[in-house]
Structure formats: C-alpha cells, structure tokens
C-alpha cells in the first residue's frame, strides 16, 4: 500500500559526503515517521537515524553521530545528509516508514511497516 524508494547512494572516497534522500508514498497522501537503517554484508541490519512525523523528534546512532544529519522536507520525504564518510559506512542504506502513532520508537525496526528496496553508499579509503 504503501511504497518507500531510497536514492543518493554511491561510491566515494573516505571524508566526502553524501545526500540520501527518502520518500513514502501511497494512493494517498499522508506523513509518516521515517527510519533509516544499514546493513552490511554478513552483518546484522543496525539503525541509523530517525525522524519522527514533523521533524520535531529524531534519534542517530552512536556512530553517526555529528555526522550524519537526518531533516524532514515535507510530510513524506526526508533526508540523510551524511559527511566525512568512514569505509566502515559502506553499507546497503534502507529508509523505513510508518504512519505516526503518539510516541513511535524511531531505533526499533518492528515499528516500521514499509520497507524501501535500499541505496548502496560505498567508502573507499
């Protein structure tokens, strides 16, 4: 019902940056609290960032953390501005959707309903 499309992934050098954008969609309109995620090969998925359905409320991990900018343009699409890019970002990067509830858990993957199909971000050193 609803559909998810990540783009902006790509191949750069270690310390450049990167735009990945993220929009959710469905037969009609609507805004919805956005996640993204990773997930390296042979490695567990692992939260990235988190908006929530206004922008007001967002969450990194660890390791992204003054790196990574997440920003919400409008109800359905968000960003993922993401700076001095490590090797160890290289990852297939998947955006993450569901409709807002009062307080959604933006880190837990079982929040999200909808799944985009992914964007690679590879880092080369």
């Known amino acids: 019902q609803v559909q998810v499309v990540e783009t902006g992934g790509g191949l750069v050098q270690a310390g450049a940056s990167l735009r990945l954008s993220c929009s959710a969609s469905g037969p009609t309109s609507g805004v919805y609290a956005m996640g993204w995620f990773r997930q390296a090969p042979g490695k567990e998925r692992e939260f990235v960032s988190g908006i929530n359905w206004n922008g007001g409320r967002t969450n990194y991990a660890d390791s992204v953390k003054g790196r990574f900018t997440i920003s919400r343009e409008n109800a359905n699409m968000v960003h993922l501005q993401m700076d001095s890019l490590k090797p160890e970002d290289t990852a297939i990067y998947y955006c993450?959707?569901?409709?807002?509830?009062?307080?959604?858990?933006?880190?837990?993957?079982?929040?999200?309903?909808?799944w985009g199909h992914g964007t690679q971000v590879t880092v080369s050193s």
């Open positions: 993450a959707a569901r409709p807002p509830r009062e307080h959604t858990i933006l880190v837990d993957p079982s929040e999200y309903a909808y």
